[in-house]
């Protein structure tokens, strides 16, 4: 397929720019209908490259599609307060003009949260759900102890209650990993959009379905992976979420964790994490410094994590 096609398919699919020349590495992973931030990755043999690739500068005559550029040209903090919402729909439906129009008018009052800072509280009554603008949530469980496990992240775009419109309560906290701006949607809004626009119900139904979907995979990591490759899934599976709303730069995304949270995420201690990151550095598949990771083998994350995207059901599907 030419830049000219795969340029077609990615501005329909996704909020980037392509330049016209696309690199033989960008250029295998364009794939007929599939947004090309999640689309699989071609093999790349040289580490150097793969290192190039990650890095945030963009010299002269690189594809500019390894950079993720966005289109409007303004920060992620600039964007309107669901645009990163509507991605994530648009990257699995169709959504119309109507649709669009009453997904935005969900939205009764935009808030902003310092980080570790808990919003919703396990047991409290709801009567809205929140939608994340900006920054990185947890689902969090806490022990008498003092031991806490983080059952999913949320990453801007996502509903991270949404299960709360049906249950009215969360079994657990809903607590911001980093700073995060929120959207506040009543569910008497919820109400009137599901009744008057069942597609877009279904696909809300399908965004819990995929949340529960994320949680066995989890579950899996928690049970059954060992430290490495437990770790390297988790962060296969952040560089994709994050890519579909346009959140990745190439082969390299921000998730500001501490050592700590990423112990909770992974149900190891701090100090095993440390040495996990160690062990995926020394294998030259990653890097992460304050909060940031950057690959420089994906293929080799992949293998070492055994992922398989298919539980993120990235496909396009008719209305």
């Known amino acids: 397929m030419g830049a000219k096609a795969g340029r077609q398919s990615a501005d329909q699919a996704a909020p980037f720019a392509i330049g016209d020349d696309v690199c033989d590495y960008c250029h295998a992973r364009f794939l007929a209908a599939s947004p090309p931030h999640v689309a699989e990755f071609a093999p790349v043999t040289n580490l150097t490259r793969r290192r190039e690739l990650s890095r945030h500068a963009l010299p002269p005559n690189r594809c500019r599609h390894c950079f993720a550029t966005p289109v409007h040209g303004s920060s992620r903090r600039e964007t309107s307060v669901i645009e990163c919402h509507l991605l994530k729909l648009r990257a699995r439906t169709d959504i119309n003009a109507a649709e669009e129009q009453a997904i935005r008018d969900l939205v009764s009052d935009v808030r902003e949260h310092p980080a570790d800072t808990v919003i919703v509280k396990a047991g409290d009554e709801l009567s809205a759900s929140t939608l994340l603008i900006d920054g990185i949530l947890a689902r969090s469980h806490n022990l008498a102890e003092g031991g806490r496990q983080i059952t999913e992240l949320h990453v801007a775009g996502d509903f991270a209650d949404l299960h709360g419109f049906t249950l009215k309560r969360l079994d657990h906290d809903l607590v911001t990993m980093s700073k995060c701006r929120t959207a506040v949607v009543p569910h008497d809004r919820l109400i009137r959009l599901t009744e008057?626009?069942?597609?877009?119900?279904?696909?809300?139904?399908?965004?819990?379905?995929?949340?529960?979907?994320?949680?066995?995979?989890?579950?899996?990591?928690?049970?059954?992976?060992?430290?490495s490759p437990r770790m390297a899934h988790l962060f296969c599976e952040m560089h994709v979420r994050l890519g579909i709303v346009g959140l990745t730069d190439g082969l390299s995304f921000n998730l500001p964790l501490t050592q700590d949270e990423l112990a909770d995420c992974l149900g190891l201690t701090a100090v095993h994490v440390n040495r996990t990151l160690k062990d995926l550095r020394e294998r030259e598949l990653i890097d992460f410094r304050s909060g940031r990771v950057i690959i420089h083998d994906l293929d080799g994350l992949r293998e070492l994590a055994e992922f398989d995207p298919a539980y993120l059901y990235l496909e396009k599907r008719p209305r």
């Open 196 to 227: 008057e626009f069942p597609h877009v119900a279904r696909c809300y139904w399908f965004g819990t379905n995929l949340d529960a979907a994320i949680h066995r995979v989890w579950e899996v990591s928690l049970g059954r992976r060992r430290a």
